[in-house]
C-alpha cells in the first residue's frame, strides 16, 4: 500500500509540474508577442536573421563527464553557442537550440525552455519556434518517425507517438517512460500574425548512445538581396508597426534547399519584402519618384494612387536552392512582384484590379 501511494504522489507530483511548464512556457510566448507585438518582432527578425546564430558546436573537452552535465549545459539565455541539436532525419532538419524563449533565440534557433529538462532528463522536455521557422514542417511527421538530439556527450533517439493542437497552457502528459521531448510551433505554422494555438509534436525517448563524433558547424542561410530604399525614405518608417499592412500567410514555391526551408530565411526575406512594400506606398503617397526609381526595376511607371490595405497580404516567395527568384505580396486589393537585380530587391510590377 505505501508503494502505491508513493507511486501516486509521484505521479501527481509530475503532472502538477508539467502543467507548471506548460504554463510558464506558454505564458512567456504569449506575454513576448503581446507585449512587444509582432510587428516589432518582425523588424527584430530583419536586423538579426541569421547573424547570431551559432557557427560551430563544439565537442566537449570531456567526453567521460557524468550525464547530467551534459543534460543541463551552462549556458546563459543570451549565448550564442548552441546547447544541442535537433536532427529530423524524414526532414533533412538539423536546428541549434539556444537555452530560452527569448525573442533574440527564436529568430535564430529553437529555444529550450528554462522550466523543462533537457532532452533526454525526467518529464517533458520543451522545445520552441516560431512560426515559419525550423519546426514549420513537423506536421508531416507520423507515429514512429525519428526526432534525435544531439549534445556535448550523448545522442538521443526519440520516437514520434502523436501530435496535438492546444491552446497555451494546456496539460502535456510524460511519455510512458517518463523521458519525453516536445517540439512546439504556432498553428497554423504558415501564419505570419499572432496565433492562439500551439502545434506539439509529441515523442518519447527509445535510445541514448555515447556521441563519438562531433556535429559539424550549423548552416545559416540569408537572403542574398537588400532593398535599396535610400536613407530619407527609410527615415519615414518602412516596418510594420509604420503602416496599416495586414499579413496573411506564407507560401514557398520553386525549389527551395532544405536549408532555406527550415531555417530563418524566408522571414527575413518577407521583411525585406514588406520594406520595399511599405516604402513603395510612401513614395506614391508622396509623389516622390525618386524614391520610386531607386525601389523599382528601370522604366516601371510609379502608380498614381496608393491601393487600399484593408485585407490581409499573403507572400509567395519563389526560391531556387538559397537564392531568390522572385516574392509576391497579394490580397484581394493588389499584387505586388518584386524581383532580384544585381543584388538589390526591385519592385517588377504593381497590378490593381
Known sequence: MATTEAEGSRRKSRGVWTVVLMSLGALLVLVAGLAVAYPLWWTHRSHVGGSHLVQQFKKTQTPTQVAAKCISPPQSANSQTAAGLVEIPSLSLTAPVLQGLSESVLAVA????????????????????????????IGKLKKGDD??????????????????????GT??????????????????????????????????????????????????????????????????????????????????????????????????LEALALESYIGAEKAIAANNGTWWKDLATPGLAMPTSVWSNGADTNVTEDIVGNSVRSVTLSSQNVTFVLVPKGGELLIQSVSVP
Open 171 to 268: 496539460l502535456l502528459e510524460p511519455p510512458p517512460n517518463d523521458r519525453g521531448l516536445a517540439l512546439i510551433t504556432c498553428y497554423p505554422t504558415d501564419a505570419l500574425f499572432f496565433v492562439p494555438d500551439r502545434f506539439v509534436l509529441l515523442t518519447s525517448l527509445v535510445t541514448l548512445k555515447k556521441a563519438t563524433t562531433t556535429p559539424g558547424a550549423v548552416k545559416v542561410v540569408t537572403p542574398n538581396v537588400k532593398v535599396p530604399a535610400p536613407a530619407d525614405l527609410v527615415a519615414q518608417g518602412l516596418t510594420l508597426q509604420d503602416s496599416d499592412v495586414l499579413v496573411g500567410v506564407m507560401k514557398l514555391t520553386g525549389s527551395a534547399s532544405t536549408d532555406w526551408v527550415q531555417g530563418p530565411a524566408s522571414l527575413d
Open 110 to 137: 529553437a529555444g529550450h525552455d528554462p522550466a523543462s529538462p533537457w532532452p533526454g532528463g525526467s518529464g517533458e522536455s520543451v522545445l520552441e519556434s516560431h512560426d515559419v521557422s525550423y519546426f514549420s514542417q
Open 147 to 168: 526526432v534525435v538530439w544531439v549534445d556535448h556527450c550523448e545522442t538521443r533517439t526519440f520516437e514520434v507517438i502523436g501530435s496535438e493542437i492546444v491552446t497555451p
